[in-house]
């Protein structure tokens, strides 16, 4: 069976540090791999995607970026934290191939920047 | 562009009651259709999902949901709750060979009164 692991659960960050969030995916080979945010209290915006290693896509600008270092992992990272970036991040993934736009999400990683 | 609508933010039922959630689209053509499931400080979960055929699908936990092309539809529905059904309910649409991008709603947060 498929897991999806992100880390860490919750942050507690200055503005103007850096962040970095990270996602593993275990037992499935080449996952497209997403990253959402979900402001608190609100939607979810999905910021980027990936279908390979090497490969991200950026969808919205929020002075973020992500990187894919391995088939089964990816990171979500800033050097500069914003008011604004506080919220609750979710990974995901999808099997490769055809999008049926099925996503399997992780549990979440609460960032609070003060 | 596409989007999702769900018109109630929250909705409060008797444990027991039937249920319905509201959710509109907007999309030019017939999309993917889902609803999610969130629980408190976690990540979504998968309830059911509308890709074409028989436009009643069912999904866990006794939920259905049902698709209506002329009226850009897709309400969620429960014959009777239970008090652990209390959660955030999304809508959420993907359009056909896209990213799987995931255009979701603002959520309708349910409370079930025992």
């Known amino acids: 069976a498929q897991t999806i692991h992100q880390w860490p659960v919750a942050e507690i960050k200055a503005v103007g540090s850096p962040l970095s969030l990270g996602c593993t995916i275990k037992?499935?080979?080449?996952?497209?791999l997403y990253w959402y945010w979900q402001a608190t209290g609100g939607t979810l915006q999905q910021l980027f995607y990936?279908?390979?290693?090497?490969?991200v896509e950026s969808v919205v600008q929020l002075n973020l970026s992500a990187s894919r270092p391995k088939d089964d992992q990816f990171i979500l990272s800033t050097e500069k934290l914003l008011l604004s970036h506080s919220g609750f991040y979710l990974c995901a993934w999808s099997p490769p191939g055809a999008n049926t736009g099925q996503l399997y999400f992780g549990e979440g990683s609460k960032l609070t920047v003060l | 562009a596409q989007s999702v609508t769900q018109p109630d933010a929250r909705v409060t039922v008797s444990e027991g009651a039937s249920l319905q959630l509201r959710c509109k689209y907007s999309y030019s053509a017939t999309p993917y259709l889902f609803w999610y499931v969130q629980y408190p400080r976690q990540g979504l979960q998968l309830l059911l999902k509308?890709?074409?055929?028989?436009?009643v699908v069912q999904g866990v936990n006794s939920f259905e949901a049902e698709f209506s092309k002329s009226n850009s539809s897709f309400h969620l529905q429960k014959a009777s709750v239970h008090w652990s059904d209390s959660a955030v309910y999304f809508c959420a649409l993907s359009m056909r060979g896209s990213n799987a991008k995931l255009t979701f709603g603002k959520g309708t947060k349910l409370s079930v009164k025992s």
């Open positions: 990936s279908i390979t290693v090497g490969q």
């Open positions: 509308y890709y074409s055929g028989d436009p």
């Open positions: 037992g499935k080979s080449s996952p497209n």
